[in-house]
C-alpha cells in the first residue's frame, strides 16, 4: 500500500525568502502530483511529475522527483503572499485494473509581509 | 466545460440520517473517486470506480455505499450518519490512459450533529 508523508505540515515563511517542500513515498509510484488548495476550495493541479528526474517550473514554484530516493520536493523561490495556501502532493498507482490517488497530508503555507 | 460537479455544497445531517452526495463529469472518464478531507489528515480515498458497473473499497469505506450509476455519475450514500462522518467529500475522476490530469469537483461540506 503507497504510503505518502510530507513534511513540513506548517510553514510560515516572509516574503521574498524561499524555501522547499518535502514528499516521500513508501513504494513505487507511476506518477507524482502536487496541487494547491485555498480554504474553502477544491483542489487545483499544479504540476504532474512522470518520471525519474522530472523537473516542472511555474512560476515562483518548481517541483521534482527523484524515483529512486523517493522524494519529490515543490521548491519556492522568492515567496509572495499570493502563494499562501495549502499544498499537497500525491502519489498514484496504476495496477492496470484501477489507478488510485494517495495523498500526503498536506502543507499549510503562510507568506507574510 | 463543467468538470466535476458535485450536489449539494453544503449539508447539515442529524445523528442516524441518510443522504446521498451526488456527483457527474462530463469529461467522459472512466475512473471516479470519493475522498474525504479532515483537518490535518489530508484527502482519505473512500471508494473508487475504474469503470462503470465497477466499485472497489477505498482506506476508509465503513458507513458508506457508493453507485456508479453510468459512465457520468458516481454517487456516495451515508445510510445512518454518524458526527464522526463529518467532513468535506470531493469527488473525482481520471481518465488514466490518456490524461495524466485528476480532476476534482469544489466539494461537499457534510456536518453531522
Known amino acids: 500500500e503507497l504510503k505518502v508523508e510530507q513534511n513540513p505540515l506548517f510553514l510560515s515563511m516572509q516574503e521574498g525568502k524561499n524555501y522547499t517542500i518535502y514528499c516521500n513515498y513508501s513504494t513505487t509510484s507511476d506518477r507524482l502530483y502536487w496541487y494547491r488548495q485555498d480554504p474553502g476550495k477544491s483542489l487545483e493541479s499544479l504540476f504532474v511529475?512522470?518520471?525519474?528526474?522530472a523537473v516542472k517550473q511555474e512560476g515562483r514554484l518548481m517541483a521534482s522527483l527523484d524515483t529512486k530516493a523517493r522524494l519529490s520536493t515543490l521548491h519556492i523561490t522568492a515567496a509572495v503572499h499570493d502563494l499562501s495556501a495549502t499544498y499537497f502532493c500525491?502519489?498514484?498507482?496504476?495496477?492496470?485494473?484501477?489507478?488510485?490517488?494517495?495523498f500526503g497530508t498536506g502543507t499549510r503555507l503562510q507568506v507574510t509581509l | 466545460n463543467a468538470g466535476v460537479t458535485q450536489t449539494p455544497k453544503f449539508q447539515v445531517l442529524k445523528t442516524g440520517q441518510s443522504m446521498t452526495l451526488q456527483c457527474a463529469q462530463d469529461?467522459?472518464?472512466?475512473?471516479m473517486y470519493w475522498y474525504r478531507q479532515d483537518p490535518g489528515m489530508g484527502l482519505r480515498l473512500i471508494y473508487y470506480?475504474?469503470?462503470?458497473?465497477?466499485?472497489d473499497k477505498g482506506e476508509v469505506p465503513n458507513g458508506y455505499n457508493v453507485s456508479r450509476l453510468n459512465k457520468r455519475e458516481f454517487s456516495l450514500r451515508l445510510e445512518s450518519a454518524a458526527p464522526s462522518q463529518t467532513s468535506v467529500y470531493f469527488c473525482?475522476?481520471?481518465?488514466?490512459?490518456?490524461?495524466?490530469?485528476?480532476?476534482f469537483g469544489q466539494g461537499t461540506r457534510l456536518t453531522v450533529v
Open positions: 500525491a502519489g498514484y498507482i496504476n495496477t492496470g485494473t484501477a489507478s488510485k490517488l494517495t
Open positions: 469529461m467522459n472518464h472512466n475512473s
Open positions: 470506480s475504474a469503470s462503470e458497473g465497477t466499485t
Open positions: 511529475l512522470l518520471s525519474n528526474g
Open positions: 473525482a475522476s481520471s481518465e488514466p490512459g490518456i490524461s495524466v490530469e485528476a480532476f
